[in-house]
């Protein structure tokens, strides 16, 4: 049973930046697709970044190109998200998902089978 743990959410001013850890066990990632969710009070969860078992292919939210940046590891065991000019609308609680057996990526939330407990991000106006 893969286990994944998120780090690096907190308080930023808007324009400013954050960098996400998703720290996964059980081989959680390792030639799995995986991907960043996130979830504002009285939202669904939403697809934020996610990134193919090979690593060759990413695929963004529209409201998120260009800003963030998902990435891995050599090892595959730690996901990053790299968050840039962060706005008051990305604040949320930030979930890193992975895909059971599962190589192509997908921006559903019922592809993914192993769930962090979320971390939150707060971007102050």
């Known amino acids: 049973q893969a286990q994944l743990v998120e780090s690096g959410g907190g308080l930023v001013q808007a324009g400013g930046s954050l960098r996400l850890s998703c720290t996964g066990s059980g081989r959680a990632f390792i030639s799995n697709a995986m991907a960043w969710f996130r979830q504002a009070p009285g939202n669904s969860r939403e697809f934020v970044a996610g990134?193919?078992?090979?690593?060759?292919?990413?695929k963004y939210a529209d409201s998120v190109q260009g800003r963030f940046r998902i990435s891995t590891d050599n090892s595959k065991t730690t996901a990053y998200l790299q968050m840039n000019s962060l706005k008051p609308e990305d604040t949320a609680v930030y979930y890193c998902?992975?895909?059971?057996?599962?190589?192509?990526?997908?921006?559903?939330?019922?592809?993914?089978?192993?769930w962090g407990q979320g971390t939150q991000v707060t971007v102050s106006s």
């Open positions: 998902a992975a895909r059971k057996g599962y190589t192509c990526l997908s921006s559903s939330v019922r592809a993914y089978d192993y």
């Open positions: 990134l193919s078992g090979s690593g060759w292919i990413t």
